[in-house]
């Protein structure tokens, strides 16, 4: 239709529409990102968790944020014996490995954990290991010895005794040669070692271990309390809300139209039934139901999706359209299609519908994002879909954490950001949109 | 109950009439919330006339007085209450699916307002193939030869010029000459004509009523042409019928009816119609005082003798004048004429 | 018809900036109107005689450029008159406009007696009770029973409508009525009816009209001059007598060929042809694409030629006429 084509060119002359665009086409193109990058199944494993992000801080903030203002907090350093030099000597009958990681921790700012990770491969009796920490200078701190199983996470910085030794909590005392008691702790840097004496006690027994020294800082986005990387949630939950809004949006103003259309049309009791319908659904409150179908039967994004749908149809919206199809069925044209013959369907579909498209486009682009805050705040109340991240689940997270109380302003600026740049993308097109097709509000 | 079209002049050939209206009311009902009798509408009040093929005749009446309604109920739009449109022999109210879409395509119909006759949103190519592709014209080329045809035959040449414009960027005189290519593609065998050029220009007006007169002339089209106004029937139309309160009160052809009106509503609607004139500022003309009848509750007697300046109390004010024809082929109801 | 003129139009100029670029609805249009007179402004739709109206009234739309030229009421320019200004000394007090009465000239939902009534409460402060008492007058004067003064808009019907707007612009006595279209979304009985009410005002009255119509046969019976307009000039400007008889624009007399006609036997003659797009007029006569009568002259503008007997012709086949002056 032409007359469309000429309604989008003048677009350009509204700089807050091509703003707009240019937010929805950044949207589009995270979203592309993220589902190519990231696979659907990637994404969903990457969210439930668990040993995908061992190697992650928890609740770490952006890195770029820190570095934004000079900043030198610590990144996350990994030392893995699979890079390491393995001494191993025969020892009355057993073996001694003795493995060095070694690691340069450069930073300004201390990190935020210290774990050790140790998989070791035996029959039936388990290796004994003993742990030294030896230090740029060359000092050497017993770390203590234990028995390994099948798999083993030491908690190097949760150990209690350690802190009492170190006068500070590990993760500070390792790194630092001030003493404790005198001023603030500070970092010093260098080359640090994780000495590693294992006793195996069988021929084929081997033992793997990873050092891992959490950062302050991670990534884009930061981390959750799980360790997970937030930016995997940012990225997926933009396809997600699209999807959603978009999904939403046309399910309902499409249906809306043509039941609006075909009552328009028809007129008599099938009018008055979808308007009384369409009084009762009003009055039903959406976000309650949702909750209601949420809380006793699935929170699909699918599920959900159907119910906003359905629920979207019978909405004020086909009061609207009525109103402005009313004088479109009195249109000369209308009459002129019946007495040339064409059909009810014909005329609802080619000859109502398309009338008031122009009109609906703006209303229909304010509307997406309208639904991706549904979405999003559904996701909130703890509603969200079960296995997908999305940009409401992390606000979810986030607040069951009072992660505004605990300074982790990372966790809500960012999927907020993102929810308050979709409003603002689809807004600003979509006021502007307003401006073109509804021409009353176009002051000369 | 008689009118003046029971006796109407018999078809001039002797051959049966194209289009046979017999006693036509189309009453609507007034509905209060949808579901009380608030009153009926007599909007046709049994109408009857004929209409041979080729032949053209006008309808003339004010805004109110039926004569849409009447040309609804003859396109098939209204259903009527009571009464017979019989079209080539055939009974309207017993034509369903298939024959009722083929009684559409053989009457075409040219509206008011031409703008609004063209849906906005599509171009003329396309507003054009819609009654072909209804009527299962699909294929492309066949639709084009024949949108050019009708685009040139209405005067919208070369036809390509025409074809991909949107209805605003074409002129009055322009759409109402594609609302008419639109009548004439189906090819049909009468034309409907509801006040076709009451919203254009004066010098446009006499275009598209020229129009008309050819397309009617060149394809033997009966036309029938529905106008309030009495001066633009004159050298287009064989007949006129002037219709008030919902009935046909007087027909006649054309010269005959204007050099001689009967009833006192015609004689009046020429008395108030001048042609331009200096002298007109002079001098006030006679009108008949009041409003046209309510079509929901219409004066007993003859409709117009409120209004009348020659209704006799007791007859006109009670009794429905009968039909009469004080002159050969001037059929009239008026209880005055004789 | 002497005297000097009432109201003077001099080379006014108005247009419209559009998406496409300036619409020169108006240019450069001269006319005078007399007491007394009723002077028909004739042209087809986008001839410029409904933005002329506007332009007297002051009721342009938003995207109309502000009129050159002057409006000069009793020899004093009122165009360049303060908005407020003109709105307390000229707008209903000197001049008032009676709208077709289908177009949303009267309020839905306030009764027509108050709405009739309010021009009188505002430019004149009367209190209601004396403003309604008036309004009676005008409904009287109009011919519509005072009962309807309390009656909503919807429950009179088009004739009475019209009368009621008619009465609106009447109340205020003022000197000058600018009737846009009074007549054309009317029955032809009641069309005639109206025009009996303005010619009886007129007579009774000595009211000075200004008539805006498409209607030749309308304007024919109330106007003692004619100035008819094409393309946002006026092309010819005379006497009523003088143009409905002996026409001297081409113009108008293809305008007069078209017209329907009861009592003559030739059918109407329909003209030929578009007027041309107003965002870019030719240079020269306007109408010389649809001219028979066209000649070289035709591509320069054409001068502003008086016949006599203050009958004004803008045309080249005249300019060299005996007793024309330029």
């Keep these: ?105 450069e930073y300004g700012g201390f990190p935020s954990e210290v774990n050790l990770f140790l998989n070791s491969d035996f029959e039936s009796r388990q290796p004994f290991v003993r742990l030294t920490w030896r230090t740029p200078d060359g000092e050497e701190l017993f770390l203590g010895a234990r028995r390994v199983g099948a798999t083993e996470r030491v908690s190097i910085s949760q150990d209690q005794r350690l802190e009492g030794r170190l006068g500070y909590p590990p993760q500070v005392g390792l790194f630092t040669d001030t003493p404790p008691g005198t001023s603030e702790p500070a970092v010093r840097q260098g080359t640090y070692e994780l000495v590693i004496e294992t006793v195996q006690f069988e021929e084929q027994a081997s033992l793997e271990a990873d050092l891992v020294i959490y950062g302050q800082v991670h990534g884009l986005f930061g981390t959750d309390h799980q360790r997970r990387d937030l930016t995997v949630a940012l990225l997926w939950g933009t396809p997600v809300a699209l999807a959603f809004g978009l999904l939403a949006a046309v399910g309902t103003t499409v249906t809306t139209l043509i039941i609006a259309a075909a009552g328009v049309w028809y007129g008599g009791w099938v009018d008055a ?165 509804n021409p009353r509000l176009r002051s000369a | 109950m008689t009118s003046a079209a029971q006796t109407s002049p018999a078809p001039a050939s002797g051959q049966s009439s194209l289009l046979d209206v017999h006693r036509l009311r189309t009453h609507f009902e007034l509905r209060q919330w949808g579901f009380l009798r608030a009153g009926t509408v007599h909007a046709v009040d049994d109408v009857s006339f004929q209409l041979n093929a080729g032949e053209a005749v006008a309808i003339v009446g004010e805004s109110g007085c039926g004569k849409s309604s009447l040309a609804r109920t003859l396109l098939g739009l209204y259903r009527p209450t009571s009464g017979t449109v019989r079209f080539a022999g055939e009974s309207l109210s017993d034509l369903r699916g298939g024959a009722l879409k083929a009684y559409r395509a053989r009457v075409g119909y040219v509206q008011q307002d031409p703008y609004g006759a063209l849906p906005p949103f599509l171009d003329i190519r396309r507003i054009l193939a819609e009654p072909l592709i ?126 001689h009106p009967l009833h006192p509503y015609t004689e009046a609607l020429l008395g108030a119609l001048g042609d331009p004139d200096p002298q007109n500022a002079g001098r006030f003309r006679a009108v008949p005082g009041g409003e046209p009848p309510s079509l929901v509750t219409p004066p007993a007697g003859c409709r117009f003798h409120p209004r009348c300046p020659i209704a006799q109390k007791g007859l006109c004010d009670s009794r429905e004048p009968s039909t009469r024809t004080p002159r050969p082929n001037h059929p009239v109801d008026c209880w005055m004429r004789e | 018809m002497a005297g000097p003129p009432l109201l003077e139009i001099d080379d006014l100029r108005l247009g419209y900036a559009t998406e496409r670029g300036t619409v020169q609805a108006v240019d450069g249009v001269n006319l005078e109107l007399r007491r007394n007179e009723a002077l028909a402004v004739l042209g087809e739709s986008g001839c410029g005689k409904s933005s002329l109206a506007k332009a007297l ?30 709105r307390r000394e000229v707008r209903w007090v000197r ?27 505002i430019h004149r402060g009367f209190s209601r009770r004396a403003a309604l008492q008036r309004a009676a007058e005008a409904f009287a004067e109009v011919g519509i029973a005072g009962a309807f003064l309390r009656r909503y808009p919807h429950e009179l019907s088009g004739g009475m409508r019209q009368r009621a707007v008619l009465a609106m612009a009447l109340v205020t006595e003022p000197d000058v009525v600018v009737l846009d279209e009074p007549t054309s979304a009317l029955d032809v009985l009641t069309q005639a009816a109206i025009m009996n009410v303005l010619k009886r005002i007129k007579q009774e009255r000595g009211i000075s009209f200004v008539l805006i119509t498409h209607d030749i046969a309308t304007s024919s019976e109330i106007a003692d001059r004619v100035a008819l307009m094409y393309a946002g000039q006026v092309v010819e400007e005379a006497s009523a007598q003088a143009f409905f008889t002996e026409p001297a624009h081409p113009y108008s007399q293809r305008l007069m060929a078209s017209v329907p006609r009861l009592d003559q036997d030739q059918p109407p003659a329909a003209i030929p042809g578009r007027p041309p797009n107003l965002l870019d007029p030719p240079h020269g006569c306007r109408f010389a694409d649809r001219c028979p009568e066209r000649f070289d002259r035709c591509s320069e503008p054409p001068p502003a030629t008086t016949l006599k007997g203050r009958h004004n012709v803008r045309c080249w086949l005249h300019s060299k006429s005996r007793g024309a002056t330029t």
């Design chain 1, 1 to 105: 239709m032409t007359s469309w084509l000429e309604g989008l060119a003048r677009l350009r002359k509204y700089p807050s529409a091509v703003a707009g665009l240019l937010l929805i086409a950044l949207l589009i193109a995270t979203a592309i990102y993220a589902v190519t990058a990231i696979p659907y199944s990637e994404a969903q494993k990457l969210w439930r968790g668990g040993d995908a992000w061992q190697d992650l801080p928890v609740n770490a903030g952006p890195a770029w944020i820190d570095r934004l203002h000079g900043g030198e907090a610590a990144r996350t350093v990994r030392a893995s014996s699979d890079d390491a030099t393995i001494r191993e000597d025969a020892f009355e009958g057993v073996r001694v490995q003795e493995t060095v990681l070694e690691l340069d921790f």
């Design chain 1, 273 to 437: 039934t979808i308007q009384r319908l369409t009084e009762v659904n009003i009055i039903l409150p959406l976000l309650p139901i949702l909750v209601m179908i949420g809380t006793l039967y699935s929170t699909s994004i699918w599920l959900m999706l159907g119910v906003v749908v359905v629920l979207g149809i019978f909405s004020a919206g086909i009061k609207m359209y009525r109103a402005m199809l009313l004088p479109v069925r009195q249109s000369p044209y209308i009459e002129a299609a019946r007495a040339y013959g064409a059909s009810n369907a014909r005329i609802i579909l080619r000859y109502m519908v398309p009338r008031i498209l122009p009109v609906l486009i703006p209303t229909f682009v304010t509307l997406i994002p309208t639904y991706v805050f549904l979405e999003a705040s559904l996701a909130v109340l703890g509603l969200g879909d079960p296995v997908l991240p999305t940009w409401g689940k992390v606000l979810h997270d986030a607040q069951a954490q009072s992660a505004l109380y605990h300074g982790f302003y990372y966790w809500v600026i960012g999927p907020a950001a993102m929810l308050m740049v979709t409003g603002l993308g689809f807004a600003m097109l979509g006021f502007a949109l307003d401006r073109i097709f």
């Design chain 2, 134 to 259: 209804v009527h299962g014209i699909r294929n492309r080329q066949e639709q084009e030869r024949r949108i050019d045809a009708a685009l040139e035959e209405v005067g919208l040449t070369p036809a390509t010029d025409t074809r991909g414009k949107f209805p605003h960027q074409l002129s009055g005189g322009q759409q109402q000459r594609v609302v008419i290519a639109r009548a004439l593609l189906l090819r049909p065998s009468m034309l409907i004509a509801d006040e076709p050029v009451s919203m254009l220009d004066a010098s446009v007006r006499v275009e598209i009523l020229n129009l008309l007169h050819r397309v009617q002339q060149d394809h033997r089209l009966a036309l029938i042409y529905i106008t309030h106004d009495l001066s633009t029937v004159r050298h287009y139309v064989d007949r006129a019928m002037v219709m008030y309160g919902g009935k046909i009160v007087e027909q006649a052809p054309v010269e005959e009816l204007l050099r």
């Design chain 3, 57 to 86: 009234l002051r009721t342009l739309p938003r995207n109309a450029y502000p009129p050159t030229g002057q409006v000069r009421l009793d020899g004093r320019d009122v165009l360049g008159l303060s908005e407020e200004r003109f």
């Design chain 3, 95 to 121: 001049i008032a406009l009676v709208m077709q009465a289908a177009m949303n000239a009267l309020n839905p939902v306030v009764r027509v007696g108050d709405q009739v009534a309010e021009p009188l409460r």
